[in-house]
């Protein structure tokens, strides 16, 4: 009896001593966590060369940078509709992208909705002119576009017709910083395509999309569409001659 207490005391004593422990540590890790963010600290870097190429520093050109046609409602229910190049799908049915304080990102934050379409090949000027004139300076600029619009009947935000692809999304995250720009994230709700960029199968062809991306190297748009292979299957012929 006296021997089975003793292995019980030592057991708790082993117990509690893990739980102070865990504890300790938890506590370490949260105390850490406050100093780093209380006192930030910036490491700086040397920035070295890489030989044989040329260097440009910290100027990034990412591709592809899509660019997509944000439309809102204001608090009028007037449309608007700006060019963003800072996004991309980062998710099966979610949608990032980040913005500096614009007409748009004040719709955002007080509709929660917004839709998607994709800047083409056919429509550059107009989608260019969306993202050079803000709809805080013409209220109209959709209709001065020739452009019509359709509210969505998912989301509150309005669907713009001469886009022949359009997601319609709700806002999943707002964060704002402190300049009045904000990352957003949106949840697809519904995505919707005319027939005349459909194939046979009734899949979206790019090819007859023809959308356009940003190119910030040269800040230039370009046209994507050119099938060059096939997802999960042009690297197969290596796969198959590392297999022998």
Known sequence: MLKKMNTIIRKSA????????????????????????????????????????????DKAVITPLPAIMIATWDEKKNPDVMMAAWGGQCG??????????????????????????????????????????????VPDKVAKAGYTITPSPNVDAPIINEYKLTLECKVVTFDEDKNGGARVVGEIVNMSADESILDEEGNIDLGKLQPVIFDSSKAEYRVVGEKVGKAWGSGKAIQEREVK
């Open 14 to 57: 082993i117990a509690l001593t893990a739980t102070l422990l865990i504890a300790a540590c938890g506590n370490k890790e949260q105390k850490n966590e406050s100093n780093v963010n209380e006192n930030p600290v910036e490491e700086k870097i040397e920035v070295k060369n890489v030989e044989g190429r040329k260097n440009f520093s």
């Open 92 to 137: 099966p049915k979610h949608i990032t992208f980040v913005l500096s304080k614009h007409k748009t990102t004040d719709n955002i934050r007080l509709k929660k909705a917004f839709t998607i379409s994709f800047a083409t090949k056919d429509d550059i000027a107009q989608s260019d002119y969306f993202g050079i004139v803000s709809g805080n300076d």
